[in-house]
């Protein structure tokens, strides 16, 4: 399916708003496996709308609407749309009523041109508004789809993704699977996976990065249950065999959920010692409900006599290699073990910048340490960005290393 979207209003071309709501669709269409091909904005004005829906309905299946749904002069996109198709508008009480009940519960006085918005085309279905006065229209013409959303993006979401989504989905069966990588870069891993992707137009394949993390989208669809299913579970595994050590979750879950759920399994308490990350670790972890049963303490060791004071860091270790090295990463991970009397202890040493940073030891140079009584690891990394971008990627790759220690035991 190929999908259009038509925003409404003269303040988008005037910019003085941003156009979220273009983005916000097509990355929500993108993961159910529609095609967005079109973006078109364009003022308030009736003849240049109908000349939009015209072209809409001769390159794509699906348009959507957002903006014009209003109760003043300046909102006629229904209006248009319906002349277009050649379809009357008609007064439905249910949603006249509804509109009436939402200005009683604010106790706003309705005022007669609100009833405009009770109009909708005829053979079309309303798409309820729960928290505005504007409802929704999804229209099915001849083998196209029409949905019309009001502007305020905070209601345009919330219909699309609660009511739009469905109606869209009720014609043709969508599965779909989110697949969570780490420590692999977007355009390396689109490399990786090109023969998939390119191989396959259904199911669908996209990726999607954010700092540190890239989610790979995959959306099957069809009209048999078992043959959706079936592609589905065929892609994920080819995609599982290109990257395994990549993927730390198919469940859409934080990395630091997936260790959580590890340390649980194994029934460990773990503590962090933290540096370069000032607590963001600790941080992360604790945001985890029920996270209590697996967390013993983080400790942050930012000095060189908190480090030996807390963690038994010698000084001898620290004045020969530095506070920024693997002896004192190790050191840091084996004293908090032994003060903690934990089952695993995680430490982190760092260069976050933006200063302090030298030929050897360059910012963004991190030392991870893990420990248990039986085995002492420890992991060196180079990370790049600013300050506040180094600490969160080092905060996500010890929890990837607490992963694979984990995973291997």
Known sequence: ?????????????????????????????????????????LRDNKEQLKHVIENGLKRVDLLIFTGGLGPTADDFTKEVVSETLGLRLY????????????FDKTNKTMTSNNIKQAYIPEGSKPIKNDIGTAPGIFIEWQDKILVLLPGPPREMK???????????????????????????????????????INSRGNPSIATYASEGVVDIKVVAK?????????LLKETIEKIRNKIPENIYSYNNETIEEVVFK??????????FAESCT?????????????????????????????KIE???????TIKKHGAVSKKVAMEMAKGLLEKSNVDIALSITGLAGPSTGSENKPVGLIFIGIATKEKLITIESRLSGDRESIQNKASLKAFNELRKFLINM
Do not use: C, W
Not at 91 to 102: F, G, V
């Open 310 to 316: 807390e963690l038994n860091v010698r000084k001898s």
């Open 1 to 41: 399916m190929r999908a259009e979207i038509i925003t409404v209003g003269s303040e988008i071309i005037l910019g003085s708003i941003l156009n979220t709501n273009a983005q916000y669709l097509t990355r929500r269409l993108g993961e159910i496996g529609i095609e967005v091909l079109y973006h078109t904005s």
């Open 262 to 271: 590890l340390l649980k399994e194994k029934n460990f308490k773990i503590a």
């Open 91 to 102: 007064l439905d009480n249910n949603i006249k009523n509804s509109i009436k009940s939402y």
């Open 278 to 306: 000032g607590g963001l670790i600790a941080s992360k972890f604790t945001k985890i409900p029920g996270v209590s049963e697996v967390f013993d303490r983080g400790i942050v060791t930012y000095s060189n006599v908190s």
């Open 158 to 196: 919330l219909m699309f993704n609660k009511y739009v989504i469905p109606l869209i989905k009720q014609d043709y069966i969508i599965r779909e699977a989110t697949i969570k990588t780490i420590g692999i870069g977007e355009s390396y891993l689109e490399t990786i996976l090109k023969d998939i």
């Open 222 to 230: 069809g009209n048999n249950e078992e043959e959706v299913d079936l």
